[in-house]
């Protein structure tokens, strides 16, 4: 979704989320409606009405009309998502499994970027908690034998290598004397 080169990096459409309800995810058709996870279907709609009386065309400057275009094309979009329950709940699900897939893949290996909201963690703070000491030391363990089961199937690997070639050098050796 393009945004107008004065605009700052907070999406113009997402209100303050109140205390108490989950973060409105960055990047995902709820910011553009500005609406919670947990929005009622009455909820989108007023949401998605505020919204295109905002940012319609036909309400814009012909400088910004462009753009303000490109804005209401993403408000139909999260619209159209969002107020078909099949639809905004195979949403949802897409959005919890970018979240899953994120988790698995920072914890094995660093963890990637994908999807529009690349760089952030869509729906984190709403299924990730921190750790408790005893999951933390549980970490540490796993790490500890991990790094114990690599130095001993490098050594493994290592001694078999040297082994065959020992071998190999003893059955050119006695080629060698009997031809």
Same mark, same amino acid.
């Given at each position: 979704? &393009?945004?107008?080169? +004065?605009? &700052?990096? #907070?999406?113009?459409?997402?209100?303050?989320?109140?205390?108490?309800?989950?973060?409105?995810?960055?990047? +995902?058709?709820?910011?553009?409606?500005?609406?919670?996870?947990?929005? +009622?279907?009455?909820?989108?709609?007023?949401?998605?009405?505020?919204? @295109?009386?905002?940012?319609?065309?036909?309400? $814009? &400057?012909?400088? #910004? #009309? =462009?753009?303000?275009?490109? $804005?209401?094309?993403?408000?139909? %979009?999260?619209?159209?998502?969002? =107020?078909?329950?099949?639809?905004?709940?195979?949403?949802?699900?897409?959005?919890?499994? $970018?979240?899953?897939? %994120? $988790?698995? @893949?920072?914890?094995?290996?660093?963890?990637?970027?994908?999807?529009?909201?690349?760089?952030?963690?869509?729906?984190?703070?709403?299924?990730? #908690?921190?750790? +408790? *000491?005893?999951?933390?030391?549980?970490?540490?363990?796993?790490?500890?034998?991990?790094? *114990?089961?690599?130095?001993?199937?490098?050594?493994? *690997?290592? /001694?078999?290598?040297?082994?065959?070639?020992?071998?190999?050098?003893?059955?050119?050796?006695? /080629?060698?004397?009997?031809?």
């Amino acid at each position: 979704m &393009s945004r107008s080169p +004065t605009s &700052s990096t #907070r999406d113009p459409r997402a209100g303050p989320t109140p205390a108490g309800r989950p973060a409105i995810p960055p990047g +995902t058709h709820y910011a553009t409606l500005g609406v919670p996870i947990d929005a +009622t279907p009455a909820q989108v709609t007023r949401a998605y009405r505020a919204a @295109m009386k905002r940012f319609h065309p036909d309400r $814009q &400057s012909a400088g #910004r #009309r =462009s753009w303000a275009e490109e $804005q209401a094309k993403g408000i139909n %979009e999260a619209y159209g998502t969002l =107020s078909k329950p099949f639809a905004r709940q195979a949403y949802d699900r897409t959005i919890q499994q $970018q979240v899953v897939q %994120e $988790q698995i @893949m920072s914890r094995y290996a660093g963890g990637f970027a994908t999807g529009p909201a690349a760089g952030t963690d869509p729906l984190g703070d709403r299924f990730r #908690r921190d750790p +408790t *000491v005893a999951e933390r030391q549980d970490r540490r363990e796993a790490n500890r034998g991990a790094l *114990v089961s690599l130095i001993l199937v490098f050594s493994g *690997v290592t /001694a078999g290598l040297v082994a065959l070639l020992v071998a190999w050098a003893a059955l050119v050796a006695l /080629a060698g004397r009997l031809f």
